[in-house]
C-alpha cells in the first residue's frame, strides 16, 4: 500500500504565511491524484487543492489566488503553499492520494491555526 507523512503546519499571524509537504512511499506506481483536504472543528473535511500526475490542479473557491499546490513526481512529493492566509483557514489539514483500484488513502493530518 502507501504510506503519507505530513508536515508543515504549526501556528501563524493572519496574513502569514506556511507550506505544507507531503512525502509518499510504498507503492507510489498505484498513485493518481494527490491533494490536500481540511477540516474545522465541527465542520465536514472539505477539499483545498488537488493535482494530478500530469499537473492539472484544481481549488476551492475558498483558497484560489492564495494557495498553490504542486508536485514532484520524482519524490513523490505533494505540497501546499499557504498566502495571505485567515482564521477560516484554521482546521486540521489532510494529504490524500487516490489509487488505481484501490482509493483514497489519507495522512495523519497537520494542524493549521491562523491567529486574528
Known amino acids: 500500500q502507501v504510506q503519507l507523512v505530513e508536515s508543515g503546519g504549526g501556528l501563524v499571524q493572519a496574513g502569514g504565511s506556511l507550506r505544507l509537504s507531503c512525502l509518499a512511499s510504498g507503492s507510489v506506481f498505484l498513485i493518481n491524484d494527490m491533494g490536500w483536504y481540511r477540516q474545522a472543528p465541527g465542520k465536514q473535511r472539505e477539499l483545498v487543492a488537488t493535482i494530478t500526475r500530469r499537473g492539472g490542479t484544481n481549488y476551492a473557491d475558498s483558497v484560489k489566488g492564495r494557495f498553490t499546490i504542486s508536485g514532484d513526481n520524482a519524490k513523490n512529493a505533494v505540497y501546499l503553499q499557504m498566502n495571505s492566509l485567515k482564521p477560516e483557514d484554521t482546521a486540521v489539514y489532510y494529504c490524500?492520494?487516490?489509487?488505481?483500484?484501490?482509493?483514497?488513502?489519507w495522512g495523519q493530518g497537520t494542524q493549521v491555526t491562523v491567529s486574528s
Open positions: 490524500n492520494v487516490k489509487l488505481t483500484l484501490l482509493g483514497d488513502v
